[in-house]
């Protein structure tokens, strides 16, 4: 063959389509659908398989961009003051519009970056998730991990006592696979309570302390230490178990740990690599493919966005409120709220994460072992120890499904003890994310009884943010727009600082107070008063038990409405705080973000949709995927300095309280051991730190 014959043949060879180009490239969604356990990897390639468009991209920018402008912190978060000075510094304006010039692979790298950055205000109110990728799929180790104090008042952080009780119940069946990865004799039951000298080859707190830096939520950096370990939460329907973030991770990015260990009983280090799995979520919806996966968890849905409520029949607001309490109620960590509760708009404080609570029960071995009072309801579960003197609420949120009920049950809960011959009270708001506002201040009420601190204002004065569209929303109200006083931004919602209710044609957010934060100016609304009293139930005239004989005991992941109650009761009443389980060289923080009234992007394009402002040019489109946004939208300010916000005022725990291999994540052992310390019983043994006073 000539060779001007051979270049044509490889010309024309050239240029026919090859059949791998002719073959569609294999969908990785089809590969896993239907499947409960796959591996990382596997629900990785899942979903980046689906490339950004570039209308998605703009559209959550747009929508994220302007719905800051009704977050109070935006400002302040860009550097915040000491204590927190280290903490958060963190420009989401200006993140935002890296990302808009920054080219990604995928939609899921794109919604990563956003999620990082929020996470970087540390401010669980203010977040931006998506049902298409955060917790779609959870990855899962079967070793959650533990910070445990020596004899001698040293701590090393250990596999939990309980991991193989725990995994064993709850990862029945995906043991074996964990099994089967481990090299030679070992046995996954045999490492539970070993120390873990290594993680990936480095001190473990190398890991402890990278995971701090990006798991955000709380301002403290002790407290998201402590999110690295496992801990308990009293449910709706009973103990909880957190697996904590070494154990559990909202996406797949991670396939496998290589951990160094010390067995119990042995002298000699053992190392070995052990993968971890990814468990479809509870609340994700089935797939067959990539398309069919977007269709049901990525786009929009009736409660993404918000409703005119002035356009719309009783019937669709009632759905629409149905469907949103389940969309938002999946990241919010409280537990799900009746929606004809939610309809009454009862102010909510609460945080959002991208793993939701409740999936998992704590081991039956480990929870409280006495009987629970008959006034027991949801969340809030009543005991007394045995030395029948103190009486116990574990209390894991400000929220529970009836509004009315949950607020007696606490009247009824708190009288039962006391009449049961309780002198003492230990309060147990372990990993409490908030909830009702009124709750929180009716607790302290309940408590303290009626005083200056507790009548009529048992909670933090607070003020929202006074933007142009706010502004622009109140007009609307003032002239008619909200005849039925629905709106947050009708004054009829409010009162001043004087705790007297606006007159309806007040324009509360008027004289705003202007102000210069980080160099930028900002404004605010005048100082707003108590919404909560005179409350929906009849408070005894004394308090029901002397604040020296309340402590209140956590993790130091009590947060808004648990913030709220904490602080007031800590600084006011000179209740002790005790936090529970962390590195004793840290200085722990008995609660993290407090806020004043949180809300998200649905409630605030409600009420811009019910005052007909969705076409101005300020007021953010709708949300094209299924995400939401939490923001912070109203802000307490100071009971040291009232003159500055709360948020970033100190917290700091009168007590780190050591958690020893005995009573690790075992709420009665831990009320025991604190009470017998706190109310002098006994003398603090040396691993026991005292940060502030005992007195």
Known sequence: MSSRWSSLLTTLLLSIPSISALVPAPDPCAAIAGQKWVLPSEARACIRSFPLDPLIKSNVIEVVNKTLAFHTSVNYQVQAPPPYDQDVHEDLHADLDRIASTPYESEFDFHLDIYLSFKRVNDG?????????????????????????????????????????????EFADSLEFWQDALPGGLKLQSLSGAKVLEINGQDPWVSVNTNANVAGSYQAFGTRQNGFFSSYHRGAEGWEYLMGNFASHPHPLVDFVSLTILLPGQTENTTFTIPYRSRFGSASKDFTDGPSLRANNCLATKSTNGIDLYGSSPAQILEQLEEYEHQAGFYRQQPALSPADYFQRHPLNVILDAIPLGDIELPPILQPALPAYNESYSVAEFFMLKDNATGVLALGSFSAKNFTQFGQALLDGLGALKEAGAERLVVDVTNNGGGYICIAHWLHRLIIGAKSTTVPQAGLDTTTRAGPLAKLVTAKILAGGDPAGLLYYNPAQWNNATHQPFPADTNWLDPHNKVVVNGREDAFSQRLGQECQPFRWE???????????????????????????????????????????????????YCGIVGGQSTDFSTIDTEIKSTKLKDHPLSPPDFVTNSIQG?????????????????????????????????????????????????????????????GSFD
């Not at 009665?668 to 051991?673: K, N």
């Open 539 to 589: 408070a005894p005239a004394k308090g029901l038990f002397e604040p020296h004989n309340v402590v209140i005991v956590s993790n130091g992941r009590c947060a808004s409405s648990c913030s709220l109650f904490s602080i007031t009761m800590s600084k006011e009443e000179g209740v002790r705080t005790v936090v529970v389980g962390g590195k004793a060289d840290v200085q722990q923080h």
């Open 631 to 691: 923001i912070t939208w109203r802000l307490g300010y100071g009971i040291n300095d009232p003159t500055e916000p709360e948020e970033w005022q100190d917290h700091s725990a009168d007590i780190s309280f050591p958690v020893t291999k005995d009573i690790v994540n075992q709420p009665l052992g831990i009320w025991e051991a604190v009470a017998r310390v706190v109310f002098k019983e006994e003398e603090a043994s040396p691993m026991f730190v005292a940060q």
């Open 125 to 169: 109110h203010c977040g931006v998730y998506s049902r298409c990728f955060d917790s779609l799929y959870i990855s899962y180790l079967p070793l959650p991990l533990s910070l445990l104090t020596e004899a001698d008042g040293s701590q090393n952080i250990y596999i939990s006592p309980e991991a193989y009780i725990l995994s064993s119940a």
